[in-house]
């Protein structure tokens, strides 16, 4: 599995981006998955995952209420909606994968497959 994440850029605090992350590959509706971020000078943290189905998600209790994690098997593709962004969101998020399709583990040696990251940058 290929992953591809974009969407990353530049917002004001307040603001709303949406992350995509583009898989490739049969087997995508298999897989859940995952979102993580690394802001400058911290460790990976986890942000959100969804199992296979959509039917189990699991947040960061910082952004619970503000972040939504979505996916469309038929595309391939799972969403990162960021609302009321704040300057610690600013990090470079990447997505992932793991074959526990029915997990929405917030461990990353869970996840076999990663992306190559898209930058957020929240202004005050």
């Known amino acids: 599995v290929q992953l591809q994440a974009y969407g990353g850029g530049l917002a004001q605090a307040g603001g709303s981006l949406r992350l995509s992350c583009a898989a490739s590959g049969r087997t995508f509706s298999s897989y859940s998955m995952g979102w993580f971020r690394k802001a400058p000078g911290k460790e990976r943290e986890f942000v959100a995952a969804i199992s296979w189905s959509g039917g189990s998600t699991h947040y960061v209790d910082s952004v619970k209420g503000r972040f939504t994690i979505s996916r469309d098997n038929a595309k391939n593709t799972v969403y990162l909606q960021m609302n009321t962004l704040k300057p610690e969101d600013t990090a470079v998020y990447y997505c992932?994968?793991?074959?526990?399709?029915?997990?929405?583990?917030?461990?990353?040696?869970?996840?076999?497959?990663w992306g190559q990251g898209t930058l957020v940058t929240v202004s005050s």
């Open positions: 992932a994968a793991s074959r526990l399709g029915d997990r929405s583990s917030a461990a990353s040696y869970v996840y076999d497959y």
